[in-house]
């Protein structure tokens, strides 16, 4: 069967069948590279990896094992390792305490010097922080008491307190050296506590104003009432 037979040469179908036998063995090889290829495309360096990745994590863990490290208590001194303890802020406000009446310094201004019968002299309260640190302190009317008294101090004409002794709460944080100031408009007349009998225009004369916040006093200032 392998003996060609026909009219021609022997050589001749030798040759034919050759090329038909590396047509085929191309062709073969064609498919066979075509199918490595395709094979190895589907299955990329960076899947594997990861795929190799994930199973050597998974096989590492302990069984049972939480991803979530334990919370540390604040009974034990000791840190784990790697484990960070996340600090108070810096700039955390400080509550400011209570200001003691030696931290504070009350003075009491005139408008001016000399007021008219009839006109309503204005005064000041400056309530100055006079110690190294800030504090906090009740300033509000009803601890505010501004007193006219004659020049020498020995008898009370007026008061802030007499007719109006309730007042709202003024809780301030004063930083050292922080003042806070008031005004308070009197009158001319006279005042008794509780507003109790007459009011009447005090007569021109030379008089004293005095402030307290609370214990506090201030030292007196003069005015005239021409």
Same mark, same amino acid.
């Given at each position: 069967?392998?003996?060609?037979?026909?009219?021609?040469?022997?050589?001749?179908?030798?040759?034919?069948?050759?090329?038909?036998?590396?047509? $085929?063995? +191309?062709? $073969?090889? $064609?498919?066979?590279?075509?199918?490595?290829?395709?094979?190895?495309?589907?299955?990329?360096?960076?899947?594997?990896?990861?795929?190799?990745?994930?199973?050597?994590?998974?096989?590492?863990?302990?069984?049972?094992?939480?991803?979530?490290?334990?919370?540390?208590?604040?009974?034990?001194?000791? *840190?784990?390792?790697?484990?960070?303890?996340?600090?108070?802020?810096?700039?955390?406000?400080?509550?400011?305490?209570?200001?003691? !009446?030696?931290?504070?310094?009350? *003075?009491?201004?005139?408008?001016?010097?000399?007021? *008219?019968?009839?006109?309503?002299?204005?005064?000041?309260?400056?309530?100055?922080?006079?110690?190294?640190?800030?504090?906090?302190?009740?300033?509000?009317?009803?601890?505010?008491?501004?007193?006219?008294?004659? $020049? !020498?101090?020995?008898?009370?004409?007026?008061?802030?307190?007499?007719?109006? /002794?309730?007042?709202?709460?003024?809780?301030?944080?004063?930083?050292?050296?922080?003042?806070?100031?008031?005004? +308070?408009?009197?009158?001319?007349?006279?005042?008794?506590?509780?507003?109790?009998? !007459?009011?009447?225009?005090?007569?021109?004369?030379?008089?004293?104003?005095?402030?307290?916040?609370?214990?506090?006093?201030?030292?007196?200032? /003069?005015?005239?009432?021409?």
């Amino acid at each position: 069967m392998l003996e060609p037979n026909g009219p021609l040469p022997p050589e001749i179908y030798w040759r034919r069948r050759a090329f038909a036998i590396g047509i $085929l063995v +191309v062709a $073969l090889a $064609l498919v066979i590279w075509l199918v490595l290829t395709v094979t190895r495309g589907g299955d990329s360096p960076g899947t594997t990896k990861a795929a190799a990745t994930s199973t050597s994590s998974a096989t590492s863990k302990p069984a049972g094992a939480s991803s979530t490290p334990p919370p540390t208590t604040g009974e034990s001194g000791a *840190k784990p390792s790697g484990t960070t303890t996340a600090a108070a802020p810096a700039s955390s406000p400080v509550a400011a305490g209570a200001c003691p !009446d030696q931290s504070l310094a009350v *003075k009491v201004t005139v408008e001016q010097p000399t007021y *008219k019968t009839g006109e309503t002299p204005v005064f000041g309260i400056v309530i100055t922080n006079i110690s190294s640190s800030a504090c906090s302190r009740d300033v509000g009317s009803g601890l505010q008491q501004v007193s006219v008294t004659t $020049l !020498d101090g020995q008898r009370r004409l007026w008061s802030s307190t007499d007719c109006y /002794p309730d007042g709202a709460p003024d809780v301030r944080t004063l930083n050292r050296g922080e003042q806070a100031a008031f005004m +308070v408009t009197w009158s001319g007349s006279t005042s008794q506590p509780n507003c109790a009998g !007459d009011r009447v225009q005090v007569p021109p004369g030379a008089y004293a104003v005095v402030a307290q916040l609370g214990s506090l006093r201030s030292a007196a200032e /003069p005015f005239n009432i021409a």
